[in-house]
Every structure is written in C-alpha cells, then in structure tokens.
C-alpha cells in the first residue's frame, strides 16, 4: 500500500525570533492585565480598585519617564546654544 503524498499545504514557515524587549510599554502592561483577568480565581475575584491603582502606578511612571525624555532634549538643546554663544578663543 502505497501514500500519496498531501498537497496543496503551504510549506512551514520559521519566523525569525523577536528581538529581546529591553523595557515595557503600555501595550505589554494591557497584555499583562487581560491575562491577569483571564486567569483570576473566579471564586476570589481580584478587587476594581486594585485594577484601577495599577493602572495610576503605570501610567504614573509612563508620565515619568516622558518627562525625563523631555527634560534630556531641553538640556541638550541649551548645551548647544550655550555653546554656539561662547566666543571663539583666539
């Protein structure tokens, strides 16, 4: 007995590895809590409001860290007109 081989299957395809994230944004924190919904006890159901503090803490260090991005670009920019009004020494 013989098997014909199955066609019309579109071959495998490897996808390459992602790249190893170095810091997490907000899509990763909405991942991280729909499946902490998802696999909660639903006997012992995790309380709103501890939600609701999780997201301020978040948000409260994205708004950090946005700040500090400006603040770094704001200095930079003052290091280049501080720098542009010293006279030449001769």
Do not use: R
């Not at 199955?6 to 994230?21: E, R, V």
Request: proline share 8%; glycine share 2%; hydrophobic share 40%.
């Amino acid at each position: 007995m013989s098997v014909a081989p199955i066609t019309g299957l579109p071959a495998a395809q490897t996808a390459a590895p992602k790249p190893y994230k170095t810091s997490l944004d907000q899509s990763d924190f909405l991942a991280l809590m729909a499946a902490q919904l998802k696999n909660q006890d639903p006997t012992k159901p995790v309380d709103n409001s501890e939600y609701v503090a999780q997201m301020a803490q978040f948000s409260t260090v994205n708004g950090i860290a946005e700040s500090n991005n400006t603040l770094a670009d704001i200095a930079a920019k003052l290091d280049q007109l501080i720098a542009a009004s010293k006279p030449a020494k001769d």
